[in-house]
Structures are given as C-alpha cells and as structure tokens.
C-alpha cells in the first residue's frame, strides 16, 4: 500500500476544466452539422428532377411547399402507391390546395401576402395529370408565382 | 496545504475553436432552393374563353409532349436534345423564312428600330406526360432564351445577360420576347 502512497497527506488536485468548453464546443458542432433545418416531416419519396437555367428561391419565409410523391413505405398500406400530395404533415387531396393557400396567407404579414411564392416540389417520375390540377387550383386561388423545385443538373 | 497543479494555459482554446468553426462554416453546404420559376396566368373570364387570341400558324411554335414522353414540334417528332437549336432558329429566322415567324419594326430602348420575332411557343402536355419530361422541356425553352439574350447583349454591351442592369435587361427582354404559353387543359383521352 504505501508503495504506491509515497505522500498520504496530500489532498486530490482538482481537475483541470480547461477543456471543458472545448469539449462542449466540440458537442456543438457535432449537433450543428447532424442537424437539418428541415419544418415538415416528408411522408412522401421525392426526387425532384434536374435542370440547367435554374434560379435560387429567395425569401424563404415567403415560400409555401406543395410536395407531390410515392407515400413512403410505411404509408403504402393506407395511401396506396400512387403519388400523393403532402401539404404540411398530411396526405392531401388536390381539393384541399385552396384552403392551404388561403391558410398560408393568414400566416403571413398582410402587406406581404402577395408576394407568396409555391414551390412545388414533385418527383420526376410522377405523371403531369396531378400537376396540371394543382396548377389550376392554384389558379383559381390566384397564387400565381410558382416555382419548380429542381436539382443543378452536375456538369 | 494542497501542492498547487500548474494550471494548464487555455489561452489556445479559443484558437481551436475558432478553427473549428471555421472549418464546419466552409465546409457546410445550406441547402439552398433552387428551381425554374414560373408564373401562372390567371385565370381567364368566362367570356374571354371562347374569344382566344388568334395568332398566325407560322407564327405558333407549338410543342405537344405524349404520354411516352414524345415531343411533336410543328408537327414533327423531335428529340428533347434538338428542341433548343430548334427554338433558337425560330425566333430568330435569319433568312426570313415563310414557315418561320414574321417579325415587326419595333422601338426599343438602346438597341433603336429592330426587327422582333412575333414568335410564341404553346406547350401541352398530356396527363400522362412525366413531370421529369416537362421540365426538361421548359429547361430547355429557358436555356434557348438565355443564349439568345446573351447574343444579343454581348453584341451589344460585350457582356453576359446576367451581368447587365436592370434597364437593359428589360430592353433586351423586349427585344427577345420569349413567351411560353402553356395549353388550357383539356381531358381528352381520360387519363
């Protein structure tokens, strides 16, 4: 025992903190770069397609989504497998496009509620029929600036 | 009385951190959102509907996509490849061709008189059409545009469309006046 003991009076020193904010900046980061912003949890697959002569959206806060896809599979069951409209966290029906824009423009500030743009955010293999309804419907409630969500096609 | 442990110099710390952000700042990519953007026309009164604008055949570049993914351009089959050689030829038609649009003296602001084509594209999809088709097809319709733009201004001002002002931008756009309208639906052939 008092190999080891070679001074038994003295008291523990104290751990060095020194590294903890290193430690703490490390978890930071760590969560800053695992984390994705994301608003709205997808049920549906999209791959949007590619594109060339491509514009960035500006103004996130003024974009409203319509996401049109394959139900993920643990949806199959109940949504089928044709591709179907999400608007928030819910499968929707092209019906209900009206009534998310009306709401979509409630929630913004009234001077700014024109200047709403949709993005439409569709997979490439979905077929034209249900784009050209939700086109109309955004017609008829006169949301008329619409965007095409596409990839930057890799040189 | 406890033996004093030599406090460790942190003054570094900061330095490793700073360069830790920096190297995670660089080196995140924002997802940004990109796409084409459009604009809808609204949607027209009940007395316009049967009262279309009539415009001139040659004058018409119409584009029909099928169900397989087929382009019919004026009446011929085309490869989506070929449509921006193909847009670019008609409104330009260099040799003032009878099938191909006539063009009208117009003023515009720093370029003066100028023929522009009083070309127009129509594009209609069926329901069966690909979404990743149709934006192929206005990918290329916008790619078509762009190079004409930028001949015109790099004739002009020796630069790019992109890099010009405002001002001249809209002359240009008034002198390239591409305009895409896209067919009313109609349920022809169920879905």
Known sequence: MSKFRKDGKKDLPAISTASLPDIVFMLLFFFMVATTMREVDLNVDIMVPEAKEITKLEKKDLVSNIYVGVPMRKFTKTYGTEPRIQLNDQFATVADIQAFIASERESRKEELRNKLTTSLKVDQYTKMGIITDIKQELRKASSLKLNYSTRQTAE | ?191
């Not at chain 2, 700073?18 to 995140?28: D, E, H, K, R």
């Not at chain 2, 192929?136 to 890099?163: C, F, I, N, P, T």
């Open chain 2, 1 to 191: 009385m406890a033996r004093k442990t030599p406090e460790i110099n942190s003054s570094s710390m900061a330095d490793i951190a700073f360069l830790l952000l920096i190297f995670f700042l660089v080196t995140t990519t924002m997802d940004v959102d990109t796409g084409i953007y459009k604009k809808l026309p609204p949607i027209p009164e009940d007395e316009q509907l049967n009262d279309d604008v009539k415009v001139k055949k040659r004058n018409v570049f119409s584009i029909l996509v099928n169900r397989n993914n087929e382009l019919l351009v004026n009446g011929e089959v085309l490869s989506i490849s070929a449509l921006r050689e193909k847009t670019k030829e008609f409104f330009l038609n260099p040799q003032n061709l009878e099938n191909l649009p006539e063009k009208a003296l117009k003023n515009v602001p720093y370029f003066g008189d100028v023929m522009v084509s009083k070309g127009l594209i129509s594009l209609q999809n069926d329901r069966g059409t690909r979404y990743e088709t149709y934006i192929r097809v206005q990918d290329e319709l916008a790619a078509a545009s762009r190079e004409l733009k930028d001949e015109k201004s790099v004739q002009k001002w020796g630069k790019k469309y992109a890099e010009l002002d405002d001002d001249q931008k809209a002359a240009v756009r008034k002198y390239i006046p591409v305009q895409i309208s896209e067919a009313e639906p109609r349920n022809t052939g169920g879905k």
